[in-house]
């Protein structure tokens, strides 16, 4: 089974900074997108970044010109780097696999507040 694992949530303060992990494992085959979502109470899980193998990345509006996916292809593993965050920000972020996405992670928490 495919196995998803997020790290680097927790609190920071408006204008602070996180990055955040997610280890892919498992049987993943010929999936090579991967990304990001994040889902506040209340709302819909919405994308905030996915890259695929090429390079080739996306971002939600919301977080352009401050948030940025990497990946490490050898290791099936994507970060994202949180600049300049948000109240907004506020969500539980969610790893995921696939294009359009098949697996997901877990889910980890992060909450920029004062």
């Known amino acids: 089974q495919v196995q998803l694992v997020e790290s680097g949530g927790g609190l920071v303060q408006p204008g602070g900074s996180l990055r955040l992990s997610c280890v892919a494992s498992?049987?993943?085959?010929?999936?090579?997108?991967m990304g990001w979502y994040r889902q506040a109470p209340g709302k819909q899980r919405e994308l905030v970044a996915r890259?695929?193998?090429?390079?080739?990345?996306d971002y939600a509006e919301s977080v352009k010109g401050r948030f940025t996916i990497s990946r490490d292809n050898g290791k099936n593993t994507v970060y994202l780097q949180m600049n300049s965050l948000k109240p907004e920000d506020t969500a539980v972020y969610y790893c995921?696999?696939?294009?359009?996405?098949?697996?997901w992670g877990q889910g980890t928490q992060v909450t920029v507040s004062s």
């Open positions: 995921s696999l696939g294009a359009p996405p098949t697996y």
């Open positions: 498992g049987s993943i085959g010929s999936i090579y997108t």
């Open positions: 890259a695929i193998s090429s390079g080739r990345t």
